[in-house]
Nanobody, 124 residues
Framework: QVQLVESGGGSVQAGGSLRLSCAAS????????MGWFRQAPGKEREGVAK???????TYAVSVKGRFTISKDNADNSLYLQMNSLKPEDTAMYYC??????????????????WGQGTQVTVSS
């Protein structure tokens, strides 16, 4: 499995921006599907965005147009740029990986490796 470490979470006001980072322990750029998930208190973990080995991106409806997922081959990292943040975006955000060129559905059960999470809090 891939070791994943997230960073970049914090507290912002509504309308603000944050950029999350996820460092992978092994090369994943062209070998893994990478994704971001989030879990709010009392709720199930949900998919936010994913990117496959070819760079094809998919977003949850709730974040489309506000969030951008990207990856960097140079430092083997995954990113999530979050703009126009809303209080309902408050959650623990997790980086996830699944080996393979394509991406499965953006569901928890399809991803093999997980980071420890980074907290994002958006105040109104």
């Amino acid at each position: 499995q891939v070791q994943l470490v997230e960073s970049g979470g914090g507290s912002v006001q509504a309308g603000g921006s944050l950029r999350l980072s996820c460092a992978a322990s092994v090369y994943t750029y062209s070998t893994h599907c990478m994704g971001w998930f989030r879990q709010a208190p009392g709720k199930e973990r949900e998919g936010v965005a994913k990117i496959d080995s070819a760079g094809t991106r998919t977003y949850a409806v709730s974040v489309k147009g506000r969030f951008t997922i990207s990856k960097d081959n140079a430092d083997n990292s995954l990113y999530l740029q979050m703009n126009s943040l809303k209080p309902e975006d408050t959650a623990m955000y997790y980086c996830a990986a699944r080996r393979g060129p394509g991406c499965p559905p953006l569901l928890v059960r399809f991803f093999e490796s997980w980071g420890q999470g980074t907290q994002v809090t958006v105040s109104s």
